[in-house]
C-alpha cells in the first residue's frame, strides 16, 4: 500500500513541474494577443504564416495575426491582423509575409508609406507581397544550374558554346 502512495505523490509532483513549466514558457514566449484595432490584407501567398505570427514594423512587435480566410471570387488569402492602437499607419503602407532564417517562423513586416491619411479601424492594406516559396527557389537555382548535359561540371564558357552551335546546326 505504501509503494502506491509513493508512486501517487511521484507522479503529482512532476504533473505539478511540467504545469508549472507550461506557464512558465507561455508566459516568457511573447504570445499575448495584442490590444488594437484589426486591419486585413490581401496575399497570393500566405506558405507558412499562422494564426498568432508577429506582425512587425522595423523589426518590432506591433501586432498580431488574428485569422486568415480564402476570397472564394479572388482565391487570394485574406490575412487580419491587430496593430497596436498607438501606431498609425498611412494608407499607402505595405506588408509584406517575411521569414525569421531559413528554418525560422514567418511573419508579416508592415512598411508605412508617406501619406498624410491614415487607415482606419477595419481598413485594407493594398500594397502587399506574399510569402516566398524556399523549395521552389532551390529546385530553380539546381535544375538551371546544372542543366540536361548529364550534370557536365565544365566552365560556362564551354557550355555556351556548345549551345552555340547546336542552335545553328539545325537551320
Do not use: C, H, W
Not at 506557464?23 to 484589426?38: L, M, Q
Not at 476570397?71 to 506588408?95: F, G, H, K
Not at 513586416?109 to 516566398?132: K, N, R
Request: net charge negative; hydrophobic share 35%; proline share 3%.
Amino acid at each position: 500500500m505504501s509503494n502506491r502512495l509513493i508512486e501517487s505523490l511521484a507522479g503529482a509532483a512532476v504533473i505539478a513541474v511540467a504545469v508549472g513549466f507550461a506557464a512558465y514558457s507561455y508566459s516568457r514566449a511573447g504570445i499575448e494577443s495584442v490590444d488594437g484595432y484589426e486591419l486585413s490584407a490581401n496575399f497570393n501567398r500566405v506558405d507558412g504564416l499562422v494564426v498568432g505570427n508577429d506582425v512587425r514594423i522595423s523589426g518590432v512587435k506591433v501586432g498580431s495575426v488574428t485569422a486568415q480566410d480564402l476570397n472564394p471570387q479572388t482565391y487570394m488569402a485574406v490575412v487580419r491582423m491587430t496593430v497596436r492602437s498607438d501606431i498609425e499607419l498611412p494608407t499607402d503602407s505595405s506588408a509584406k509575409i517575411a521569414s525569421d532564417g531559413l528554418l525560422g517562423g514567418k511573419f508579416v513586416s508592415l512598411e508605412p508609406g508617406g501619406d498624410i491619411d491614415m487607415l482606419a479601424p477595419g481598413g485594407e492594406i493594398e500594397y502587399t507581397q506574399g510569402s516566398v516559396n524556399l523549395e521552389e527557389l532551390i529546385g530553380q537555382v539546381i535544375y538551371s544550374s546544372g542543366g540536361g548535359a548529364g550534370g557536365s561540371s565544365g566552365g560556362g564558357a564551354n557550355n555556351e558554346a556548345g549551345s552555340t552551335s547546336s542552335e545553328e546546326s539545325p537551320q
